[in-house]
């Protein structure tokens, strides 16, 4: 016995992987149904063994349907999720356009779990932002001992973060520079993004921050705990796949590096590689593919009284994005639904 599963967007670079893992995880699917927008209708995409066409979005019936993974977007998911949510199929939507109400749960499994008890407000649970996701997983084991009381992070964020056509970019651009008449004008980012880096993801706000680094301001806030302050520098790099950070952290209490390794090591999700050698380290190359999300170069500050400085690497389709989302209907049916 296993559930009625759709993924909505499954064309996309998200919908894919969304795909992959549920396979890969032997989630419990007695039927699922791929759907996309009308270009892409009749798409085939794979699902295991499994080769799926595609269904028209556009009036698909939710009715009988145990849950929904949506990757379509904020424009869409405004649409269809409310159409799903009302015919009794539960919504986890990865845009971000849930995120920020609060009778929507936004959820991380191995931290807030227990948030996910109020999904039946709205029938609709939210995925966090792809830098967000890999961030708090390794800063809510650390919260529980210390406290955080402040973070600035610096985000190194992939061009699939953008989408394929942010992967196309870099590709084109960086064939362009040692192919005559090859050249590519930047369309998808702000500038050229082969061989550089741009300190610019979504857009500008009134106060100078990006939207994407407000999402994690908030993001942080709303899944682990309101009274930690959040400053973040959010950067797109010209790296195809994967999502680096260096993270500092000041605590309400002492606590030290080695003990924090320990803790890391123990909690859910993590994986430390943290040797202080060359190359002792985990970079976005390596943790393509990769379920854990990765922390090295744990050290301490001493700039201030309870500081830590970390390295955090993860596959952001898969943790900050397919992943959690499968990771949520799992534990949406081990703790809500019933199978069949």
């Known amino acids: ?31 699922i149904a791929v759907l996309a927008s009308r270009r892409s209708l009749g798409t085939e995409v794979s699902f295991g063994d499994k080769t799926l066409k595609t269904k028209d979005l556009e009036g698909f019936d939710f009715t ?20 799903a949510a009302k015919a009794g199929c539960v919504v986890i939507d990865n845009s971000s356009l849930y995120r920020y109400d609060p009778e929507i749960p936004l959820i991380v499994p191995e931290v807030n779990a227990e948030a996910i008890d109020g999904y039946a407000k709205k029938n609709i649970i939210a995925n966090p932002n792809c830098s967000t996701a890999q961030m708090v ?8 001992r210390a406290r955080v009381k402040r973070v600035v992070v610096s985000t190194y964020q992939s061009v699939s973060g953008a ?22 004008e930047p369309k998808k980012f702000q500038k050229q993004i082969a061989f550089n880096v741009i300190p610019q993801i979504d857009v500008f706000m009134e106060d100078g921050q990006t939207k994407e680094e407000w999402k994690m301001v908030v993001e942080t806030k709303k899944i682990i705990d309101p009274s930690i302050k959040v400053t973040a520098t959010c950067v797109r790099v010209p790296v195809f796949v994967g999502h680096s950070e260096a993270v500092n952290i000041e605590f309400e209490e002492f606590l030290d590096e080695d003990e924090a390794r320990d803790i890391l ?3 859910p999700g993590l994986m430390v590689v943290d040797k202080r050698e060359p190359g002792g380290y985990v970079t976005p190359v390596e943790c ?25 690497v ?18 949406l049916g081990s703790r809500c639904l019933k199978k069949g």
Do not use: C
Not at 65 to 81: N, P, Q, R, V
Not at 137 to 144: E, G, S, T, V
């Open 1 to 31: 016995m296993g559930y009625r599963v759709v993924v909505a967007g499954a064309t996309g670079n998200v919908g894919r992987e969304m795909l992959n893992i549920l396979a890969e995880r032997q989630f419990p699917v007695d039927e």
């Open 64 to 83: 009988g349907w145990d849950m929904a993974l949506f990757a379509i977007g904020s424009e869409a998911t405004k649409k269809y999720a409310p159409l």
């Open 137 to 144: 997983i390794a800063l809510k084991p650390l919260h529980d």
């Open 163 to 184: 989408g394929k056509d942010g992967m196309d970019e870099l590709w084109d651009q960086t064939k362009g520079m040692y192919v005559p008449g090859q050249e590519k």
């Open 265 to 267: 090591r123990e909690a």
């Open 288 to 312: 393509v593919g990769d379920f854990a999300t990765f922390v090295s170069r744990i050290r301490t500050d001493p700039t201030v009284e309870n500081g830590l400085n970390m390295w955090i």
């Open 314 to 331: 993860s596959d952001n389709l898969r943790k900050g994005a397919a992943l959690n989302a499968v990771q949520i209907a799992e534990l």
